[in-house]
């Protein structure tokens, strides 16, 4: 009993998809009112679902210890991500679609919450210090990834595109297995930090939750697959609410990000306010380097096996705050410590990526 009312959030959303799904045809035909009724439901559930996740991630990352944790939750993020883009994909068939749902998500996690939380956790804290080696690592990887997969197709020529999608997918899963075994391995200790003083909340979370971490696994699993299935139904009521609305492009783009970011805002946002600024550094930009390092090679296998590119080139204007952001990140996150100026700076790129957004930019 105790189980049903802590996951009542996955036992609602779990009802909900199997009332959905029967009536499905007639959300879709009732029209751009119903459609938006249904988008704006399904998309609170799925928040819901998403606080559920977030709360077991953190139950994992007490058990098993960073850098686990957070990589556990970055991982399972992007596994949303990239389940709701190859739906929605398959749906409206923009081929920008999966590029400006990279691009946000990046602003989302480097700017959005790196920079809400630098600037909590320094109004509350001051300085907070973190291991350099992580901002570093990360910020040069991110770089370098988006570099090869989102700046350069801009420059191969049209009947080259299969040759470098190949090529992609390959560094993209070479790079990822290199920091797998950096995170976990020799370099460990480039994300972990030693606290003098250790949080009140852990204790709370195991209170919470007592059970094993294959139980906590298993509600996190249910939680991400939820979140797909009701995503799927959500971006199909998206496209019949959106349809001739003349609301900006990059709106299902953001809506997608901030979807599969949800579980990682909280537990940024709680890690800062809890003087942990490593964990928030690691799911910020673990998020941002999963984001474009995982969902790109699905995307180009996908434009692959369809026959079909997928524009994967950003436009300047976010060529350009890409670059701003990265050379914002690398001198913020070069000292080991971070306070409230250095998370406004971020925080003011995201009003501008925000601000750019909805001007259709």
């Known amino acids: ?48 679902v998403s606080l559920r996740v977030a709360h077991h991630a953190e139950v994992l990352a007490e058990k098993v210890g960073e850098p686990y ?13 990239v389940v709701i883009l190859a739906i929605m994909i398959s749906h409206n068939h923009s081929p920008t679609l999966a590029r400006d749902t990279i691009y946000a ?5 480097l700017n959005g919450i790196l920079g809400l939380a630098a600037l909590l956790g320094g109004l509350k804290h001051g300085e907070q210090q973190y291991n350099d080696d992580s901002g570093k690592t990360y910020v040069t990887m991110i770089l370098t990834a988006v570099g090869i997969s989102m700046v350069i197709p801009e420059l191969i020529p049209a009947e080259q595109w299969r040759v470098y999608s190949l090529f992609t997918i390959g560094c993209m ?31 709370a979370a195991e209170e919470t939750a007592p059970g ?36 900006p492009a990059m709106l299902p783009a953001l809506l997608v990000a901030a979807i599969s970011a949800s579980p990682e805002i909280l537990t940024a946002l709680r890690a800062a306010l809890s ?80 601000m750019l957004s909805l001007m259709g930019l």
């Open 105 to 109: 998500a990046v602003m989302l996690d």
């Open 275 to 354: 003087n942990r600024m490593q964990s928030a550094i690691n799911i910020a930009l673990g998020a941002s380097l999963s984001t474009v390092i995982l969902t790109v090679p699905v995307i180009e296998a996908l434009a692959l096996y369809q026959g079909q590119p997928f524009r994967m080139a950003m436009t300047p204007l976010q060529t350009g705050m890409m670059f701003i952001t990265l050379v914002v990140a690398g001198l913020n996150l070069y000292d080991g410590k971070t306070n409230a100026i250095e998370g406004m700076t971020h925080f003011v790129l995201f009003a501008t990526f925000l």
């Open 173 to 203: 899963v070479t790079l990822y297995a290199l920091f797998l075994r950096m995170q976990t391995g020799q370099h460990s200790y480039f994300f972990s930090y030693n606290y003098a003083v250790r949080r009140q909340q852990p204790q």
């Open 1 to 48: 009993m105790r189980l049903l009312k802590d996951e009542k959030f996955l036992l609602i959303a779990l009802l909900l998809a199997l009332l959905v799904y029967p009536l499905e045809h007639l959300l879709l035909s009732g029209g751009r009112a119903l459609a938006g009724a249904t988008v704006l439901v399904l998309l609170l559930s799925i928040v819901s």
């Open 212 to 247: 094993s971490t294959r139980g906590a696994i298993a509600l996190l699993v249910c939680g991400v697959v939820l979140i797909g299935t009701l995503a799927e139904v959500m971006s199909k009521a998206l496209d019949v609410g959106l349809e001739g609305s003349g609301v």
């Open 69 to 81: 944790g957070t990589m556990i939750l970055t991982l399972s993020a992007v596994l949303v991500e």
